[in-house]
């Protein structure tokens, strides 16, 4: 069974750039169509940007339309979001998931300052 785990958060000034990495371990995710979600403190989790099983295809938020990017690299079973032009709404706990995942991992932290 797949195992996701996120990283490469941080704190970003605003305008500044993240790269966030979701590694799959267990088996290969190359058939499961992935996303990327967020939750802000108080907020419910909402949805970021998904990318299709052989990164054909992707679809974002009309929030980060032109700033973020969703790509995989299916041989090392990892999907990514960098996050450019970083906004003080983009402040965030960033989750990945299968599509239509039921569980979630501890994600990681994004900060924007100033």
């Known amino acids: 069974q797949v195992q996701l785990v996120e990283s490469g958060g941080g704190l970003v000034q605003v305008g500044g750039s993240l790269r966030l990495s979701c590694t799959a371990s267990?088996?290969?995710?190359?058939?499961?169509?992935m996303g990327w979600f967020r939750q802000a403190p108080g907020e419910e989790r909402e949805f970021v940007a998904t990318?299709?099983?052989?990164?054909?295809?992707?679809y974002y938020d009309d929030s980060v339309i032109g700033r973020f990017t969703i790509s995989r690299d299916n041989a090392k079973n990892t999907v990514y979001l960098q996050m450019n032009s970083m906004k003080p709404e983009d402040a965030a706990v960033y989750y990945c998931?299968?599509?239509?995942?039921?569980?979630w991992g501890q994600g990681t932290q994004v900060s924007v300052s100033s």
């Open positions: 998931n299968v599509m239509g995942g039921t569980s």
């Open positions: 267990g088996r290969s995710t190359s058939t499961y169509h």
């Open positions: 990318i299709s099983g052989s990164g054909t295809n992707t």
